[in-house]
């Protein structure tokens, strides 16, 4: 049975401090440090540093991610019903970060003396362990921020400051490692030392980042509610589970769900084929070095900070969910037209870089402030506020995209003829693998943004309809006569 206190949150409907959004930015760089560098180079680093075949690898991190994605319900569950006078989130972050970045290092720890079926599982129970810890972290981290205030653009505003962290995250993530082990190689020591190193400064920076946030943001979450349970221990279990099942099912009845939901699974595949790819991209397709794949990652990293003013002027402006559904459907086919003319030169790349960056910048921008804004219409539907669950479901669909899409890109590697390696020897890949990379990063990752893109034109939860909700919302609680008339489209 479940008790509330009627709270009104100190940052209802204003703005938050400076320092509280600069600790909650610095936040989200212990998410997208270990993210982005898991996104863009542990397949790489399977491939042709632990020598295993790009199926077996890509089906490494299928596990690995689909094992994250389950478990998000479970922790987004958890953390929703914790009473704790340090708060619901917080304590679940602190107790995550060390395992979290101490797995890290594991990640990227090849050892060579085992087999290829040795290091197969190794890794792929590293990873199962390294994303269980980061769930742990990640899903409170986001949840928080959808209890440090209610009001429609702050969301964005709040979201706007994890972008420029993110996307700062994405800049270091994607371009330094290749640097860090070129210099540490130059320097007498393997190219799989080299990624051991990369692990360890990465780690580093992710635990500081991690504590820094768990510092700024104190006082600035919900009072918990208290609960009492009738439950039996024996059954608790048992009905921990059963009642995470009959949340998701709550939650995705929401429309507004459904549509976020899907456009979420479908760019977030998008995302993950183009990221995974990309690396790939750079050094067979268009023979570039390590230095030079890392200054397009360089490039590719200071393009997406750069529509990141535009990322806020504009859905604060207008409508967020219109700019997000036109930004995914302009990127996927301007992206998805390179398939046709290539790379023929580095200005062409730069003029891909910047259309796939359009979509990304939107999209980590603004998804998560219009999946904050589903927990006021679950809190008027069902009268609860289950903000861990909400973020849970959009994670666990995110993540089952990613996977799968990373999945996709081993086997269609693999399927072409891509050839494995050490990482001790240059080797020319053949032409139709060097095939499946272009189309990996063009028509495929195309198609799946523009999916995307449809299915968020469908989502109903705007301005407008909040701004009713939220007052609609105020009155009930205050047992008050309101009207559903000017928002009838999100029940």
């Known amino acids: 049975m479940h008790t509330r206190r009627p709270v009104v949150p100190h940052t209802f409907n204003k703005k938050l401090p400076l320092h509280v959004k600069l600790g909650y930015a610095i936040g989200q760089m212990a998410d997208s440090l270990a993210y982005n560098l898991f996104y863009v180079f542990y397949l790489f680093f399977l491939t042709n540093v632990a020598s295993i075949p790009a199926t077996q690898a890509g089906t490494i991190v299928l596990i690995a991610v689909i094992w994250d994605a389950v478990a998000d319900p479970l922790v987004g569950q958890f953390s929703d019903n914790i009473c704790s006078h340090w708060g619901r989130r917080r304590p679940l972050m602190l107790a995550a970060i060390l395992p979290y970045t101490l797995l890290l290092l594991l990640l990227y720890t090849d050892i060579s003396s085992l ?63 290749p640097l860090i082990v070129k210099w540490i190689v130059d320097h007498g020591f393997s190219v799989s030392s080299g990624w051991h190193g990369v692990s360890v400064i990465f780690a580093v920076l992710t635990l500081l980042s991690g504590l820094t946030c768990w510092f700024l943001t104190r006082g600035y979450e919900l009072p918990v509610r208290h609960k009492t349970s009738r439950i039996r221990s024996r059954y608790r279990l048992l009905a921990f589970i059963r009642e995470v099942i009959s949340n998701m099912i709550e939650i995705w009845r929401l429309s507004s769900s459904k549509f976020l939901g899907a456009s979420v699974f479908f760019w977030s595949a998008a995302y993950a084929l183009s990221t995974g790819a990309l690396y790939y991209l750079f050094l067979n397709n268009m023979a570039y070095s390590e230095k030079d794949a890392a200054i397009c990652f360089l490039i590719y990293s200071l393009l997406a900070l750069a529509w990141l003013p535009a990322v806020n002027y504009t859905a604060q402006k207008f409508d967020k969910r219109n700019v997000y559904y036109l930004s995914m459907l302009i990127s996927s086919i301007g992206t998805g037209v390179f398939f046709f003319c290539g790379f023929p030169n580095r200005t062409m790349l730069i003029i891909f870089l910047i259309l796939l960056q359009l979509g990304n910048s939107y999209f980590w921008t603004i998804y998560y402030s219009m999946m904050y804004d589903i927990s006021e219409l679950d809190d008027f539907i069902n009268n609860k506020r289950r903000e861990g669950a909400i973020t849970a479901l959009m994670s666990f669909l995110q993540k089952f995209g990613s996977a799968l899409a990373i999945w996709f890109i081993g086997f269609y590697l693999e399927k072409h003829g891509y050839i494995s390696s050490t990482g001790q020897e240059t080797i020319i890949q053949p032409p139709l693998a060097q095939q499946a990379i272009l189309e990996l990063n063009t028509w495929i990752h195309a198609l799946a943004g523009i999916i995307a893109a449809l299915c968020a034109m469908g989502y109903p939860l705007t301005r407008s309809r909040y701004q009713a909700l939220l007052t609609a919302l105020k009155a009930k609680k205050e047992q008050q006569p309101y009207t559903t008339s000017n928002f009838k489209q999100l029940l």
Do not use: C, H
């Not at 197969?120 to 949840?143: D, G, H, R």
């Open 115 to 177: 087999s290829t079926n040795q290091k197969t599982v190794y890794f792929t129970i590293i990873a199962i362990l390294f994303w269980s810890a980061y769930k742990i972290y990640v899903i409170p981290f986001y949840t928080l921020g959808a209890e440090m205030t209610n009001n429609f653009d702050e969301r964005t505003s709040l979201r706007v400051w994890a972008g420029y962290a993110l996307n700062a995250a994405v800049l270091v993530s994607s371009s330094a490692p």
